[in-house]
Structures are given as structure tokens and as C-alpha cells.
């Protein structure tokens, strides 16, 4: 009988999120560009929805009814920045198809430094997305239900549980999950506007009145300097319609092949729609003279004024309108587990965050951000107006950066016709920079500082996790010359079977390898293919190094990523061929780190192995320190350059207790 079965957690993970999904069907799992539009448009479109009440809100106190008339100054230059970042975009995805946005852009042309105060502007920005959009929805919700305002913090909480959850259950379910909500309110706006606008010109429609509301000319007048920096503020504020737009120059990678061109259909569809709500409901709003009211959006009223109160399409405009605010949220759970997996993939990031759950999503980054994003929602009680200053700060930090960085490119390329893309690059570099200057000066006062310090600690936060990586990495690296000149072969007469757990041709494996071999003859490396391109080149390897002689090595299928389950049904045959009074070593690496902090950026895979296996009687589970600092001392620190690709990098966990390990090998041998 199997001693491998399904855990509690096991069996209630695989209810929650569905069957495992294997590696090979990832490309199944991406997007189509027209189930990837809802995604990318969700945070758009959500943000057009209330960025004229926004700029109203500011232009009402000051100037009373007559703002509306100023609504079509504040909002022609916000639709100019959408045209030029819209083809900044289009280039930057031709360009850079592995996603990554401003972060890829930087590092390119200007170096770790910049591309990582792009990567930290954009995370911040990302985990507000989330914390105002989900914020915003459970202040609808409470200003529906007033007796449930004192619980909008848990709903938040809540909502933002159950997003987490349908993330984690794949791409494309949740893609056809909040899909129809998307594509409901596009719909549901686009007919509010030409309705709308058909009622004004046959003269169907008249201004709405407001009483209560004093006119321009009984309230003290703005003028001069006063009011153009009532004008800044209004534009600052409007300029929440753009957040969303650079989402798909993020995400190319999660799109169906050909990954460039779907992912630029999408980019062009979501302009064309963000560029038509936003101009038609200027229009309207313009015309029809509407001004925000403490219970009533903007949205609501037009909608009351275009089909009526009693009509069914504004009972269904409501209801998708808080749907799309709710889902805006969707947008970075998309977005921001792809920067934090190129994040990781270079090193300065968590390397946990480019490992794929059970159902090929990037699960870890998910996490990070329902963490993120709820503790936000908790420190500001779920207050939109609170955490609403924080918000589309850092994602002009970002657009600047990143049309800087093509006019940089241009300039170094100059591909065909390159003098008109970097006029237009410049231009919109110039747009962004200075609307990025406009808004943190607007902002600054009510909460925007805080971005002031969070980016540059968050830049240093990645710094520090690269430093450490690049240590264990130099460390580990050794030549193919200096492994068979320290490899030795095994000189006992214990024929125990000795199993080695390796994931590459490195210094700790060989530490592994040589330990085994004196306390056994009869050893086998066992490597979980998780990745059947990497495993091969292990394979060759191992060959190559003539370790296939002494050493078997045999590749464990591992195509739902499930080390810990692949290695014990592997362990249940060799168990099961056990002569009575034998026993088996399963040898494994762990990492000594410097701090106990450390371990986080490790998968702690060594441990997992060593409590999953503790329940075998016949198996010992022996563990082989490696300390990085100790083999960077010992060598010197040059001695171990940063190999030029790590296709062969090594285990990261290891133990404290060598003398430990050598007692439980040799109490195994003695059996």
C-alpha cells in the first residue's frame, strides 16, 4: 500500500482552486485578447467612471455651476496624454514582449538604478489599485445599505479575499468570471452616451437644476494664480482616468501566442474605449450641467437624466457600475505577480515569486498582494478618501520613465523612422514628467509624501535582496575542472541506498555527492523535473562530467510542481523493495544563512521534504549544511565569479548541524 496520501490541505486546496493544472498546459491557460481586454480594462474603465467626479469635486466648492463649463479645458489635456501614452505603449510592446513595462524599459536604457525606482513606484501603485478600488466598492455598498456602514472594512476585506481566491484558480477563469461585468458596463456607458448625446441634439434633454447650490456669482471669485492652481488640482485629479493604461505592456506574456500583436489589439481597444466614455461623458456632463452630490454619483445622475428613474438600464448601469469598481482590482492581480515574477527572475525579488500554484497562476505574487492590499484597507479603515492622494502618483513615475527610456532607445537604435517615434516619445515624456510634478505637488500634503519615502526603502529592500542572492550564487558557482577535481568516489562497503536530492551541478551538490559516497556505495541523485528543457541539460551535464558511472541520476516527472508529493510516491516503490532490517538515507542541502531574515528568500524545500518523510520508519533524512558566507570567506570573494547564465543553479536549502547529519548517515549505515 502507498504510504503518499493526500494531506487535509491537499484535498481541501484541491476543492477550493479546482484539479492541478499541469506545466505543459500553461499556453492553454493564457489569454485570448478578446477575454484579455476585460482584464486589462477592468482598472481603466473603473477609473473613467469617477475621474469627472473627481475633477468636479475639486471645481464645484470654488466656482459653483459654472465649473461644468470648465470640465472640456481640464479634460483636453488628459485625452491628449491618453493618445500619446497609448502610442508609447504600442511601441513599447513591440519592443519589450516580455512584459515588464517601465521596470524592462529602464533596465534597459538606464541601468538597475532607474528600472528599479519604475519597479517600486509600480508595486505601490498596484497594491493601491486594489486598497482604493475595493475601498471605493464598499462605500457603495455602504452608502446602498447604511446599517452596514460600520462593517465596510470587512466587506472590503472580504471582497478582496474573494478576488484572491478566483485569481488563484487560474487566468482564465477568472478572465471569463469578471469578463461579462467588464464588457456590461462598456456597454451600458457607450448607450448612456449616444443616448444621451441623440436626446441633446433633438433637444429631448434639458440641464439638470440644483437648488441648493449656490451660483458662481454669490461665491467669493477665483482668480489669477488662485485659479490656475484650481485648474492643476482638477487635472491632478482627472488624471486617475489614465491608471490602467500601461496594464498590458505589464502582462504580454500572459496572452496566447502571438503574444505582441494580441496584447497591442488589446492596448488599441482599450484607448479607443477609455478615449470614448471619457469624451462622451465630458460631453454630457458638460451639457446636461451635472455636479457631484454627497449620495449621488455623477454616473447615477446622468444616467437618471438620460433613460429615468424608473427606466431598467439605470437600475443595470448602478449595478455594473459598482460590479466594475469592484473589479478594478482585478486589473493588478494580473499585472503586478508578473513584475514581481521578473522581479524575482532578476534577483531582486523574492525567487518564490516566479514559482507557479497548482493552477499555473503566479500564486505567490496573488498572495503578496491580498497580504498588501488588506493591511492597506485596515491602517486607513477603508477610506477612500484617505488613501485616494496615494493613488496614481507612482503610476506617472512610471510613464515618464518609460517613454524616457524609448526616447533613449531611439536615440541609440534609430531604427527606420526613428526621429518621429522619439518626438513623440519626448513629447509624452515631457506630458507625463510634468503632470508626475503637478500631481505629487497637488497631492503631497494629503498623503502623497508617503510615497516620498515608500519607493526609495522599497528600492533599497530590492538592492539588499539582490546583494544577498548575487553572495549565495558566487558562492555556489564552480567549474566543471574544480567539481571532478574535488569529486570523490565512493570507498566503503555500506551498500545502503543512498538517495541525493540535486538540482544542479554546483558547489553544494558536491559537497552532497562526496558526503553520500563515504557513507555508501550504493548512491543514487534524484532530481523533481519541474522543467523538462532545464532537466535535460542536467541530464547531458551529468553525463558530461562522467558522474552517470558511479552515480545514477534519475529525473522524478514533476509536472504539477509538487516536489515534496513526487518525491515520496518515488520513495513508496524504493520502500516497498526493502529487505526486512534495511533502510534508506535521503540526503538534501540547507542553506546557512547569515540572518534569521534570510529565510524568507529561500523555499525552505529541505524542510517541507524532512516533515513530509519524518512519518517513513525505514527512511532517515539526513541534512548537509552549506554556508555561503563561510565559502566566500574561505576562497575569497572573488574567487567565485557571477556565472553569465545560471541554466545549473543550485539547491538553496542547507542545515546548521553537520556533525548532526554525519551521526544520523552513520546510525543508517550501521543498520
Same mark, same amino acid.
Given at each position: 500500500?502507498?504510504?503518499?496520501?493526500?494531506?487535509?490541505?491537499?484535498?481541501?486546496?484541491?476543492?477550493?482552486?479546482?484539479?492541478?493544472?499541469?506545466?505543459?498546459?500553461?499556453?492553454?491557460?493564457?489569454?485570448?485578447?478578446?477575454?484579455?481586454?476585460?482584464?486589462?480594462?477592468?482598472?481603466?474603465?473603473?477609473?473613467?467612471?469617477?475621474?469627472?467626479?473627481?475633477?468636479?469635486?475639486?471645481?464645484?466648492?470654488?466656482?459653483?455651476?459654472?465649473?461644468?463649463?470648465?470640465?472640456?479645458?481640464?479634460?483636453?489635456?488628459?485625452?491628449?496624454?491618453?493618445?500619446?501614452?497609448?502610442?508609447?505603449?504600442?511601441?513599447?510592446?513591440?519592443?519589450?514582449?516580455?512584459?515588464?513595462?517601465?521596470?524592462?524599459?529602464?533596465?534597459?536604457?538606464?541601468?538597475?538604478?532607474?528600472?528599479?525606482?519604475?519597479?517600486?513606484?509600480?508595486?505601490?501603485?498596484?497594491?493601491?489599485?486594489?486598497?482604493?478600488?475595493?475601498?471605493?466598492?464598499?462605500?457603495?455598498?455602504?452608502?446602498?445599505?447604511?446599517?452596514?456602514?460600520?462593517?465596510?472594512?470587512? *466587506?472590503? #476585506?472580504?471582497?478582496? &479575499?474573494? +478576488?484572491? =481566491?478566483?485569481?488563484?484558480? %487560474? $487566468?482564465?477563469?477568472? /478572465?471569463?468570471?469578471?469578463?461579462?461585468?467588464?464588457?456590461?458596463?462598456?456597454?451600458?456607458?457607450?448607450?448612456?452616451?449616444?443616448?444621451?448625446?441623440?436626446?441633446?441634439?433633438?433637444?429631448?434633454?434639458?440641464?439638470?437644476?440644483?437648488?441648493?447650490?449656490?451660483?458662481?456669482?454669490?461665491?467669493?471669485?477665483?482668480?489669477?494664480?488662485?485659479?490656475?492652481?484650481?485648474?492643476?488640482?482638477?487635472?491632478?485629479?482627472?488624471?486617475?482616468?489614465?491608471?490602467?493604461?500601461?496594464?498590458?505592456?505589464?502582462?504580454?506574456?500572459?496572452?496566447?501566442?502571438?503574444?505582441?500583436?494580441?496584447?497591442? *489589439?488589446? #492596448?488599441?481597444?482599450? &484607448?479607443? +474605449?477609455? =478615449?470614448?466614455?471619457?469624451? %462622451? $461623458?465630458?460631453?454630457? /456632463?458638460?451639457?446636461?450641467?451635472?455636479?457631484?452630490?454627497?449620495?449621488?454619483?455623477?454616473?447615477?445622475?446622468?444616467?437618471?437624466?438620460?433613460?429615468?428613474?424608473?427606466?431598467?438600464?439605470?437600475?443595470?448601469?448602478?449595478?455594473?457600475?459598482?460590479?466594475?469598481?469592484?473589479?478594478?482590482?482585478?486589473?493588478?492581480?494580473?499585472?503586478?505577480?508578473?513584475?514581481?515574477?521578473?522581479?524575482?527572475?532578476?534577483?531582486?525579488?523574492?525567487?518564490?515569486?516566479?514559482?507557479?500554484?497548482?493552477?499555473?497562476?503566479?500564486?505567490?505574487?496573488?498572495?503578496?498582494?491580498?497580504?498588501?492590499?488588506?493591511?492597506?484597507?485596515?491602517?486607513? &479603515?477603508?477610506?477612500?478618501?484617505?488613501?485616494?492622494?496615494?493613488?496614481?502618483?507612482?503610476?506617472?513615475?512610471?510613464?515618464?520613465?518609460?517613454?524616457?527610456?524609448?526616447?533613449?532607445?531611439?536615440?541609440?537604435?534609430?531604427?527606420?523612422?526613428?526621429?518621429?517615434?522619439?518626438?513623440?516619445?519626448?513629447?509624452?515624456?515631457?506630458?507625463?514628467?510634468?503632470?508626475?510634478?503637478?500631481?505629487?505637488?497637488?497631492?503631497?500634503?494629503?498623503?502623497?509624501?508617503?510615497?516620498?519615502?515608500?519607493?526609495?526603502?522599497?528600492?533599497?529592500?530590492?538592492?539588499?535582496?539582490?546583494?544577498?542572492?548575487?553572495?549565495?550564487?558566487?558562492?555556489?558557482?564552480?567549474?566543471?575542472?574544480?567539481?571532478?577535481?574535488?569529486?570523490?568516489?565512493?570507498?566503503?562497503?555500506?551498500?545502503?541506498?543512498?538517495?541525493?536530492?540535486?538540482?544542479?551541478?554546483?558547489?553544494?551538490?558536491?559537497?552532497?555527492?562526496?558526503?553520500?559516497?563515504?557513507?555508501?556505495?550504493?548512491?543514487?541523485?534524484?532530481?523533481?523535473?519541474?522543467?523538462?528543457?532545464?532537466?535535460?541539460?542536467?541530464?547531458?551535464?551529468?553525463?558530461?562530467?562522467?558522474?552517470?558511472?558511479?552515480?545514477?541520476?534519475?529525473?522524478?516527472?514533476?509536472?504539477?510542481?509538487?516536489?515534496?508529493?513526487?518525491?515520496?510516491?518515488?520513495?513508496?516503490?524504493?520502500?516497498?523493495?526493502?529487505?526486512?532490517?534495511?533502510?534508506?538515507?535521503?540526503?538534501?542541502?540547507?542553506?546557512?544563512?547569515?540572518?534569521?531574515?534570510?529565510?524568507?528568500?529561500?523555499?525552505?524545500?529541505?524542510?517541507?521534504?524532512?516533515?513530509?518523510?519524518?512519518?517513513?520508519?525505514?527512511?532517515?533524512?539526513?541534512?548537509?549544511?552549506?554556508?555561503?558566507?563561510?565559502?566566500?570567506?574561505?576562497?575569497?570573494?572573488?574567487?567565485?565569479?557571477?556565472?553569465?547564465?545560471?541554466?545549473?543553479?543550485?539547491?538553496?536549502?542547507?542545515?546548521?548541524?553537520?556533525?548532526?547529519?554525519?551521526?544520523?548517515?552513520?546510525?543508517?549505515?550501521?543498520?
Amino acid at each position: 500500500m502507498s504510504h503518499h496520501q493526500a494531506s487535509t490541505y491537499e484535498r481541501f486546496k484541491a476543492r477550493v482552486l479546482g484539479k492541478p493544472l499541469a506545466s505543459g498546459g500553461l499556453e492553454e491557460q493564457k489569454l485570448t485578447w478578446y477575454w484579455g481586454l476585460p482584464i486589462m480594462a477592468s482598472d481603466a474603465v473603473s477609473s473613467v467612471a469617477y475621474a469627472i467626479e473627481e475633477i468636479l469635486i475639486v471645481l464645484v466648492p470654488a466656482i459653483g455651476l459654472v465649473a461644468t463649463g470648465y470640465l472640456p479645458f481640464v479634460s483636453a489635456p488628459i485625452i491628449l496624454l491618453l493618445v500619446v501614452l497609448a502610442f508609447s505603449y504600442m511601441q513599447t510592446i513591440q519592443h519589450y514582449p516580455s512584459g515588464g513595462g517601465a521596470y524592462t524599459v529602464s533596465q534597459d536604457n538606464f541601468g538597475k538604478n532607474v528600472s528599479l525606482f519604475a519597479a517600486g513606484a509600480l508595486v505601490l501603485d498596484y497594491v493601491l489599485t486594489v486598497a482604493v478600488s475595493i475601498s471605493s466598492a464598499s462605500a457603495a455598498v455602504a452608502s446602498a445599505f447604511p446599517e452596514v456602514f460600520h462593517y465596510r472594512v470587512f *466587506i472590503a #476585506l472580504g471582497a478582496i &479575499a474573494l +478576488i484572491t =481566491l478566483l485569481n488563484l484558480r %487560474g $487566468s482564465k477563469e477568472s /478572465a471569463r468570471i469578471f469578463g461579462v461585468p467588464t464588457y456590461g458596463f462598456i456597454v451600458l456607458m457607450a448607450t448612456l452616451i449616444i443616448v444621451g448625446i441623440f436626446r441633446l441634439a433633438t433637444g429631448s434633454i434639458t440641464p439638470l437644476q440644483y437648488a441648493h447650490v449656490q451660483q458662481a456669482d454669490l461665491l467669493q471669485p477665483v482668480m489669477g494664480f488662485a485659479f490656475l492652481v484650481l485648474l492643476f488640482r482638477a487635472f491632478s485629479s482627472g488624471c486617475s482616468a489614465l491608471t490602467g493604461i500601461e496594464a498590458v505592456s505589464n502582462s504580454i506574456p500572459t496572452f496566447k501566442k502571438p503574444a505582441t500583436r494580441n496584447a497591442q *489589439i488589446v #492596448l488599441l481597444s482599450l &484607448a479607443g +474605449i477609455i =478615449l470614448f466614455i471619457f469624451s %462622451g $461623458s465630458v460631453i454630457l /456632463a458638460t451639457w446636461i450641467k451635472v455636479i457631484p452630490l454627497e449620495k449621488v454619483t455623477v454616473i447615477a445622475q446622468m444616467g437618471r437624466a438620460v433613460f429615468g428613474a424608473g427606466n431598467p438600464l439605470f437600475y443595470l448601469l448602478q449595478v455594473f457600475t459598482a460590479l466594475i469598481l469592484m473589479l478594478a482590482a482585478n486589473t493588478a492581480y494580473t499585472d503586478l505577480p508578473n513584475l514581481l515574477a521578473l522581479l524575482g527572475r532578476d534577483s531582486f525579488m523574492p525567487h518564490q515569486f516566479t514559482n507557479r500554484g497548482a493552477k499555473l497562476s503566479l500564486s505567490n505574487g496573488i498572495i503578496f498582494l491580498w497580504i498588501a492590499a488588506s493591511l492597506l484597507v485596515v491602517v486607513f &479603515a477603508a477610506d477612500v478618501t484617505r488613501l485616494i492622494p496615494l493613488y496614481s502618483v507612482g503610476v506617472f513615475i512610471s510613464f515618464t520613465l518609460s517613454q524616457a527610456g524609448m526616447v533613449r532607445k531611439w536615440i541609440r537604435d534609430r531604427e527606420r523612422h526613428w526621429q518621429t517615434k522619439m518626438l513623440v516619445n519626448a513629447f509624452g515624456a515631457v506630458l507625463t514628467g510634468a503632470t508626475f510634478i503637478i500631481v505629487f505637488l497637488m497631492k503631497f500634503s494629503h498623503g502623497a509624501w508617503i510615497l516620498a519615502v515608500g519607493i526609495p526603502l522599497l528600492v533599497l529592500l530590492m538592492e539588499m535582496i539582490h546583494r544577498h542572492y548575487e553572495h549565495v550564487k558566487r558562492s555556489m558557482q564552480i567549474t566543471k575542472q574544480e567539481f571532478l577535481a574535488s569529486y570523490r568516489r565512493a570507498n566503503t562497503n555500506n551498500h545502503f541506498l543512498c538517495l541525493v536530492l540535486v538540482n544542479g551541478l554546483t558547489r553544494p551538490v558536491l559537497k552532497l555527492l562526496n558526503f553520500a559516497n563515504r557513507v555508501s556505495n550504493n548512491v543514487v541523485a534524484i532530481h523533481a523535473a519541474t522543467d523538462e528543457e532545464y532537466a535535460a541539460r542536467l541530464k547531458a551535464a551529468w553525463h558530461d562530467y562522467g558522474l552517470d558511472k558511479g552515480t545514477p541520476l534519475v529525473l522524478l516527472p514533476c509536472p504539477y510542481r509538487n516536489l515534496v508529493a513526487t518525491l515520496e510516491d518515488y520513495l513508496d516503490g524504493q520502500v516497498d523493495q526493502l529487505r526486512k532490517g534495511d533502510s534508506i538515507a535521503v540526503i538534501l542541502s540547507r542553506v546557512v544563512v547569515e540572518h534569521a531574515y534570510d529565510n524568507l528568500l529561500h523555499n525552505q524545500t529541505s524542510w517541507s521534504i524532512s516533515m513530509a518523510l519524518r512519518g517513513y520508519r525505514d527512511v532517515a533524512v539526513v541534512q548537509v549544511p552549506y554556508s555561503y558566507v563561510r565559502a566566500l570567506e574561505i576562497a575569497g570573494a572573488d574567487r567565485y565569479p557571477v556565472p553569465a547564465a545560471a541554466d545549473l543553479s543550485g539547491l538553496d536549502e542547507y542545515s546548521r548541524h553537520e556533525e548532526q547529519a554525519a551521526q544520523i548517515a552513520e546510525e543508517a549505515a550501521r543498520k
